[in-house]
C-alpha cells in the first residue's frame, strides 16, 4: 500500500463563516499521489473549522456566499448562535483567558487585551457537529464522486482572517 500525504493553504475572511471549494487541489494531489484506488482522506486540524461534501450551488448571496452555504449559516445561527456576550457560553472561561495571555503571540489573539476576540464558542460547536474530515473514494486515478459533488473547507470563526491548513491523504494501490 502506498501513502501520500499533502497540506494546502486556505485563508478565511474572518467577521462571517468561510466556506472554500477545495476540490480541485483534492483531485490534483490524487493525481499526483499515483494512486489508481484506495481512498483519500481530507483532514481539517483546526478546531474551529470543519470539512464537508456538497453539491455545488450556483446561484450565490449578496455577500458571496453559495446558497446552500447561506442555508447551513441560518440553520447553525438556529441551533448554535454566534457568541455575542459573556454569558451566553461558559466556554472561554477564566482559566484559558489565563493561558491564551502566556501565549507569545498574544496581540493576535486578543488584540490590546480585548477579551472579546475570542469569543467563539460557537465556531468549535459548530466544527464539531458538521466534522474535521471527510474520507472520498478513489476510483482508477480520480476523486470518486459524482459531477455536483464538491469537497469544502469551512472556517466557523468570525475573529479574524486567517491562513489555514488542511491535509489531503490518499492510501491506496
Not at 7 to 18: F, M, R, Y
Not at 46 to 62: G, I, L, Q
Not at 86 to 104: A, I, M, S
Not at 150 to 160: G, H, K, P, S
Request: glycine share 8%; proline share 5%; aromatic share 10%.
Amino acid at each position: 500500500m502506498t501513502v501520500y500525504k499533502e497540506q494546502i493553504s486556505v485563508e478565511s475572511h474572518g467577521n462571517t463563516p468561510t466556506y472554500i471549494n477545495i476540490t480541485p487541489q483534492v483531485r490534483e494531489a490524487i493525481a499526483k499521489s499515483g494512486i489508481k484506488n484506495g481512498t483519500c482522506s481530507v483532514i481539517s486540524p483546526h478546531t474551529t473549522c470543519a470539512v464537508f461534501f456538497e453539491e455545488f450551488v450556483h446561484d450565490y448571496t449578496e455577500d458571496g456566499d453559495e446558497y446552500l452555504q447561506a442555508d447551513l449559516n441560518d440553520v447553525l445561527e438556529k441551533i448554535i448562535p454566534n457568541q455575542v456576550s459573556w454569558d451566553q457560553y461558559r466556554y472561554p472561561g477564566e482559566k484559558h483567558f489565563e493561558e491564551v495571555e502566556k501565549w507569545p503571540n498574544i496581540e493576535s489573539y486578543l488584540p490590546g487585551g480585548d477579551r472579546t476576540a475570542i469569543w467563539n464558542c460557537d465556531a468549535h460547536i459548530k466544527a464539531t457537529l458538521i466534522g474535521a474530515s471527510e474520507v472520498f473514494d478513489v476510483d482508477d486515478g480520480a476523486l470518486g464522486v459524482g459531477k455536483t459533488g464538491y469537497i469544502y473547507f469551512a472556517d466557523f470563526d468570525r475573529a479574524r482572517p486567517r491562513v489555514r491548513q488542511c491535509k489531503i491523504v490518499v492510501m491506496g494501490e
